[in-house]
């Protein structure tokens, strides 16, 4: 079993910034990648962010530049760090982690509200 544990969601203004993190326990491990999706309103889910557990991070289009995901492996916990955010930023963001062999099994956290006012 996994659980994941989000935090540092909020209000910010057009141009403001947040970081967001969730830590993992249960079967998990370094080796595990972790990410973030989010879901706007009337929106389906969509890819956010993820990190391999040697480092490598993959960002959507709409983020890169202006979000930064980074893991601390030895405390299991995932950051996104976002600048620069806009309206269209707007949603439920969720935590994601992989396990199983071929890394196909997700795991989802209770989301956490990010709002960003123009």
């Known amino acids: 079993q996994v659980q994941l544990m989000e935090s540092g969601g909020g209000w910010v203004q057009t141009g403001g910034s947040l970081t967001l993190s969730c830590a993992a326990s249960?079967?998990?491990?370094?080796?595990?990648?972790m990410g973030w999706y989010r879901q706007a309103p009337g929106k389906q889910r969509e890819f956010v962010a993820r990190?391999?557990?040697?480092?490598?991070?993959t960002y959507a289009d709409s983020v890169k530049g202006r979000f930064t995901i980074s893991r601390d492996n030895p405390k299991n916990t995932v950051y996104l760090q976002m600048n620069s955010l806009k309206p269209e930023d707007t949603a439920v963001y969720f935590c994601?982690?992989?396990?199983?062999?071929?890394?196909?099994?997700?795991?989802w956290g209770q989301g956490t509200q990010v709002t960003v006012s123009s």
């Open positions: 990190v391999t557990g040697g480092g490598k991070a």
């Open positions: 994601n982690a992989l396990t199983g062999y071929f890394s196909d099994v997700n795991h």
């Open positions: 249960g079967t998990i491990s370094h080796i595990n990648p």
